[in-house]
């Protein structure tokens, strides 16, 4: 039900504005923030006015990053760190203390998946995926809620997958149900932390194009076509997808939403699995 400007129903009158999205003097930690999402979701904060911790292995990209940050403004620190290892995260957040001495938006975006056969793929592979999309995006979670919580409020959001809640097949199988856990991580945190003004959410792309993946696509062309398929928007997806989004649940724009999964894949999930972009001919009845 939709009350308009009842104000019986009406508690707070909040301009639609650009307003409601500002971040200014807002605090960000972005893993990944060297290339694809996390630098696309790290360039927007900014944009937006937050300041930024970047977050990657590799510095010296991630140095790239804070200098377009800085031209816009803002304060940015860089930090090295490897997602799977609980200590460096720790450390991390030590840093970022040290740096701002306040976090007001997480976005867990780094980490590796692996492919591998279900029926081969070893276990050392499969526990190295948990690690490096569970295990590191749960303890970055858990250092940011606690200062979150500490200071009365926040916002986490956690790069999942359409594999959080869908399969995939193609040698996924680690990879799924690595981002299945994310998935009902997301949901376990908003459950426990909602009521303490930490909001969590999750962000589930479809095939957005980085260098891995552009690795994939060259070694097997069929896989850009495969993708395409599926895709009802007719392409796939740029890191720049994120922008908006990243923005939206960083902001009082998006207060009231928490435990959320929101899907970024150009319709691929509204489009069943024997859905088609093409219609087969006119003497076909669906």
Same mark, same amino acid.
């Given at each position: 039900?939709?009350?308009?400007?009842?104000?019986?129903?009406?508690?707070?009158?909040?301009?639609?504005?650009?307003?409601?999205?500002?971040?200014?003097?807002?605090?960000? *930690? /972005?893993? +990944?923030?060297?290339?694809?999402?996390?630098? &696309?979701?790290?360039?927007? !904060? %900014?944009?937006? @006015?937050?300041?930024?911790?970047?977050?990657?292995?590799?510095?010296?990209?991630?140095?790239?990053?804070?200098?377009?940050?800085?031209?816009?403004?803002?304060?940015?620190?860089?930090?090295?760190?490897?997602?799977?290892?609980?200590?460096?995260?720790?450390?991390?957040?030590?840093?970022?203390?040290?740096?701002?001495?306040?976090?007001?938006?997480?976005?867990?975006?780094?980490?590796?998946?692996?492919?591998?056969?279900?029926?081969?793929?070893?276990?050392?592979?499969?526990?190295?995926?948990?690690?490096? *999309? /569970?295990? +590191?995006?749960?303890?970055?979670?858990?250092? &940011?809620?606690?200062?979150? !919580? %500490?200071?009365? @409020?926040?916002?986490?959001?956690?790069?999942?997958?359409?594999?959080?809640?869908?399969?995939?097949?193609?040698?996924?199988?680690?990879?799924?149900?690595?981002?299945?856990?994310?998935?009902?991580?997301?949901?376990?945190?908003?459950?426990?932390?909602?009521?303490?003004?930490?909001?969590?959410?999750?962000?589930?792309?479809?095939?957005?194009?980085?260098?891995?993946?552009?690795?994939?696509?060259?070694?097997?062309?069929?896989?850009?076509?495969?993708?395409?398929?599926?895709?009802?928007?007719?392409?796939?997806?740029?890191?720049?997808?994120?922008?908006?989004?990243?923005?939206?649940?960083?902001?009082?724009?998006?207060?009231?939403?928490?435990?959320?999964?929101?899907?970024?894949?150009?319709?691929?999930?509204?489009?069943?699995?024997?859905?088609?972009?093409?219609?087969?001919?006119?003497?076909?009845?669906?």
């Amino acid at each position: 039900m939709v009350f308009g400007d009842d104000e019986r129903y009406c508690t707070q009158k909040l301009p639609m504005t650009t307003k409601m999205f500002d971040l200014s003097g807002k605090v960000a *930690l /972005v893993t +990944g923030a060297a290339q694809g999402m996390g630098r &696309a979701m790290a360039l927007a !904060l %900014a944009e937006a @006015g937050a300041h930024l911790m970047l977050v990657d292995r590799n510095e010296a990209r991630a140095h790239e990053t804070a200098i377009a940050v800085k031209e816009m403004g803002r304060s940015a620190f860089v930090a090295q760190c490897d997602v799977s290892d609980p200590a460096q995260i720790r450390e991390l957040f030590v840093r970022h203390d040290r740096a701002f001495g306040r976090i007001d938006f997480l976005g867990n975006v780094a980490g590796d998946g692996i492919l591998g056969a279900p029926e081969t793929i070893s276990l050392e592979d499969v526990e190295r995926c948990w690690r490096n *999309l /569970v295990l +590191g995006r749960f303890c970055a979670c858990q250092e &940011a809620g606690r200062r979150m !919580l %500490a200071a009365g @409020g926040g916002s986490i959001v956690n790069i999942g997958s359409l594999a959080s809640i869908s399969s995939l097949g193609r040698g996924h199988i680690a990879y799924s149900m690595a981002m299945g856990a994310v998935a009902q991580m997301t949901r376990e945190l908003s459950t426990e932390w909602a009521g303490r003004g930490v909001r969590v959410n999750a962000i589930l792309p479809a095939q957005v194009v980085n260098p891995g993946l552009e690795h994939r696509m060259a070694e097997n062309p069929a896989l850009r076509e495969k993708f395409l398929s599926g895709i009802p928007a007719g392409r796939l997806g740029h890191p720049d997808d994120i922008r908006g989004l990243a923005v939206f649940l960083a902001s009082d724009a998006s207060s009231w939403i928490t435990g959320t999964l929101i899907p970024m894949d150009g319709g691929n999930l509204s489009m069943n699995a024997g859905g088609s972009l093409r219609y087969p001919g006119k003497n076909l009845q669906p």
